[in-house]
């Protein structure tokens, strides 16, 4: 594994190679907290999107205490793979695991942090493999979606799967205004050229799959859980996000709705409040710290 120290000054964020089989592998990155560190936050991206998108969310964690680490997808950012196409859910789920197992191993405890498809993949990651972890953010998870592809786009895609599933399609996420209000803030950030919007039948077949397995077995979800959504998220069903909640298994979770919010909390206008209230419930479910106490979701 090849490593750039997150220690050099002129470069705080560290980067690494993590091997996967077939002679593949991921890309991460990590961030030092400021001072001890209390936990490790390992973050989930969402489709289309890599871990370069949450710099300034990592960033908040390690002045706050935290370590963050992130990985690219396969397929996604700096990871090798085809844009928008992956062979199965289970190799997804077996990364994730690979990525945990390579950084909470250092003895810290740890969270885990999915937006969108992070979200879905943090869910089944811990239905699937149980990991030790102080309390899961679930951020505008895909549970399911809001706006239904066109008929036409439906059409190819059950037809593709049948005879070229690895065949992409634009996803129809292009649209910055279905992310945030803030768009100075979307093009500011790094490596916009590594973000795509494709997609193909088998990609969407796996993660539709992978949401109705979620939705499923949410009673069985009995992490420490926070949820986040944008009440005004065009993309992911605030609603789908409120049932899951509701049946969730977990006996300590919380749920915060940010108003006049679209998809993509931490990057719209009131992104600060959000991390802020990430943070504050991190802090109560580190170990041997107090019981948590309700939060309010603020405009």
Same mark, same amino acid.
């Given at each position: 594994?090849?490593?750039?120290?997150?220690? $050099?000054?002129?470069?705080?964020?560290?980067?690494?190679?993590?091997?996967?089989?077939?002679?593949?592998?991921?890309?991460?990155? #990590?961030?030092?907290?400021?001072?001890?560190?209390?936990?490790?936050?390992?973050? *989930?991206?969402? *489709? @289309?999107?890599?871990?370069?998108?949450?710099?300034?969310? @990592?960033? &908040?964690?390690?002045?706050? @205490?935290?370590?963050?680490?992130?990985?690219?997808?396969?397929?996604?950012?700096?990871?090798?793979?085809?844009?928008?196409?992956?062979?199965?859910? @289970?190799?997804?789920?077996?990364?994730?695991?690979?990525?945990?197992?390579?950084?909470?191993?250092?003895?810290? +405890?740890?969270?885990?942090?999915?937006?969108?498809?992070?979200?879905?993949?943090?869910?089944?990651? &811990?239905?699937?493999?149980?990991?030790?972890?102080?309390?899961?953010?679930?951020?505008?998870? #895909?549970?399911? !979606?809001?706006?239904?592809?066109?008929? &036409?786009? !439906?059409?190819?895609?059950?037809?593709?799967?049948?005879?070229?599933?690895?065949?992409?399609?634009?996803?129809?996420? =292009?649209?910055?205004?279905?992310?945030?209000?803030?768009?100075?803030?979307?093009?500011? *950030?790094?490596?916009?050229?590594?973000?795509?919007?494709?997609?193909?039948?088998?990609?969407?077949?796996?993660?539709?799959?992978?949401?109705?397995?979620?939705?499923?077995?949410?009673?069985?979800?009995?992490?420490?859980? !926070?949820? !986040?959504?944008?009440?005004?998220?065009?993309?992911?069903?605030?609603?789908?996000? +409120? +049932?899951?909640?509701?049946?969730?298994?977990?006996?300590?979770?919380?749920?915060?709705?940010?108003? $006049?919010?679209?998809?993509?909390?931490?990057? =719209?206008?009131?992104?600060?409040?959000?991390?802020?209230?990430?943070?504050?419930? *991190?802090?109560?479910?580190?170990?041997?710290? +107090?019981?948590?106490?309700?939060?309010?979701?603020?405009?």
């Amino acid at each position: 594994m090849t490593e750039k120290s997150a220690t $050099d000054a002129s470069h705080p964020w560290g980067e690494a190679v993590l091997p996967r089989p077939g002679r593949s592998f991921l890309f991460l990155r #990590w961030r030092e907290a400021r001072g001890p560190a209390k936990a490790n936050v390992i973050l *989930m991206h969402g *489709m @289309g999107e890599h871990s370069a998108r949450y710099l300034h969310v @990592g960033e &908040f964690f390690s002045e706050n @205490g935290y370590r963050v680490c992130a990985c690219d997808l396969r397929g996604h950012g700096r990871s090798p793979g085809r844009r928008g196409d992956i062979e199965s859910y @289970g190799a997804l789920l077996d990364d994730l695991d690979a990525v945990f197992r390579h950084y909470h191993g250092e003895g810290r +405890e740890s969270f885990l942090y999915g937006h969108s498809l992070g979200g879905q993949l943090l869910i089944n990651f &811990f239905l699937k493999y149980r990991p030790p972890i102080s309390g899961a953010v679930v951020a505008s998870p #895909w549970l399911e !979606l809001v706006f239904r592809p066109k008929p &036409f786009k !439906l059409f190819l895609a059950r037809l593709a799967l049948a005879v070229f599933p690895g065949l992409t399609q634009s996803s129809g996420l =292009d649209d910055d205004s279905r992310l945030s209000r803030d768009r100075d803030f979307l093009l500011s *950030m790094k490596d916009l050229d590594l973000v795509h919007q494709r997609m193909s039948a088998r990609m969407f077949d796996e993660l539709s799959r992978g949401a109705r397995r979620a939705a499923e077995n949410a009673k069985a979800f009995d992490c420490p859980a !926070l949820f !986040l959504h944008g009440a005004e998220d065009s993309v992911t069903s605030r609603a789908a996000t +409120e +049932e899951f909640f509701r049946k969730a298994g977990a006996q300590d979770k919380a749920l915060l709705i940010y108003p $006049d919010t679209r998809h993509e909390t931490h990057n =719209d206008c009131g992104r600060k409040q959000v991390l802020a209230d990430v943070v504050e419930w *991190m802090d109560r479910h580190l170990r041997g710290s +107090e019981a948590a106490k309700p939060l309010t979701a603020s405009s």
